[in-house]
């Protein structure tokens, strides 16, 4: 079992001692996930395999975020924002712009990208490296400025 996962684990008994339920819901949906994939796939997941999951549910939550804030439902936003920074305390410290950008010059020099054609090269590189720790969308467009230049 990943040591992410057994932080979970150990946070859902405390938050129902505790009777935070508001917190407990969102730990037993993150529980949820990391189970439904185990099974979907008949694997235990490792460390790096369920940080890549928490780092798409944190994703799908800034999406609601901006789609929740477009239609004015600010409670629904309140709520997906708790969820969020909830989920963000499960991942690795967030990477620096100095580290995003030396990642990508270094991913850039390996691949010999010199078009937004080779991106895809480019994003191989660096997904790994920053998964969980930045958020993909601004790298992919940081990527694409630069190939476009």
């Known amino acids: 079992m990943s040591e992410t996962r057994q932080r979970v684990l150990d946070d859902i008994k405390t938050a129902m001692k505790a009777g935070d339920k508001p917190r407990l819901a969102t730990l037993r949906l993150m529980s949820a996930a990391i189970k439904q994939k185990e099974v979907d796939e008949r694997i235990e997941l490792d460390e790096h395999t369920t940080i890549a999951l928490l780092d798409k549910l944190l994703k799908q939550r800034r999406e609601s975020i901006a789609q929740y804030a ?80």
């Open 70 to 149: 477009a239609a004015g439902r600010d409670d629904l936003v309140a709520q997906e924002q708790s969820e969020a920074e909830l989920i963000q305390t499960y991942l690795p410290e967030a990477m620096s712009e100095a580290e995003i950008t030396a990642l990508i010059d270094a991913a850039l020099e390996t691949t010999g990208a010199t078009s937004v054609r080779d991106m895809g090269k480019v994003m191989a590189l660096v997904k790994p490296q920053v998964q969980g720790r930045a958020d993909m969308s601004l790298i992919s467009k940081a990527v694409k400025e630069r190939l476009s230049n």
